[in-house]
């Protein structure tokens, strides 16, 4: 405690002038080249990130970065150039020749590519969902209501995080997908089509027909019945006054 006390004034009296590093060390072998230059790789390390700083390093380093300020490139909005192929198929599920888009991103290209048009049953929508890549999906769900048959169009976007047995795509990937939900969206709405629901999902199992139906129809809530205090008996007993 003398010594860890005295260093301060010990080389405040010598000049801190004179001084360009401290070493603290408790062995021999911390004060050899080798100790000096372990201290150095220590010193300019970078300091530990957080999971959150990490992922947004990880960002930058791709060239990707949502917002703020940065070298990096900003995506925010992204309309990319769409292929004729998603044209004709959006116009196919307008006039109800099908009821299933399946629209992704080229990213080398930049550009809006169809996957796949087809007919399919909400059954079938989960197995659509890829595991690896994220995608883009239109699906007109015709189900019957109040013995009314209804059709419902759903958008879902779909974008596997890693987890549930889903492989995590680049993050470049995942920022242009996500930066487009809206421009693809608008394809749709462009074309007087309404989306009756919009789903994010991570995977198939997201995907269900019950609870799709739930989210289209909710279940109405009851309102809790009144219940009526029971009236004593004998009727009302009368409480006087001292008076």
Known sequence: MLYSSSKYNLKTQLGDDYFTDEIFGSVPSDFTVEGYQSYMRHKNASAPLTKEEEKLKEDRDSG?????????????????????????????????????IQITIDVDAERINLCEASNISIEDLSSKIPINEPRFHFFNYVHEFNEENISSLIYVYSCPDGSKGTQSAPVKMRMLFSSSKANVSSLVTSRDLSIALKLEVNNGYDVQRDEIYNQLHPPKIEAPKKINKPVPRGGRKLIRGNN
């Not at 300020?69 to 006039?95: C, M, R, W």
């Open 64 to 100: 990707v970065f949502v917002g703020g300020s940065g070298t990096g490139s900003v995506y925010h909005g992204i309309a990319f150039p769409v292929d004729t192929n998603v044209q004709e198929a959006l116009d196919q599920l307008k006039n109800g020749d099908l009821n299933y």
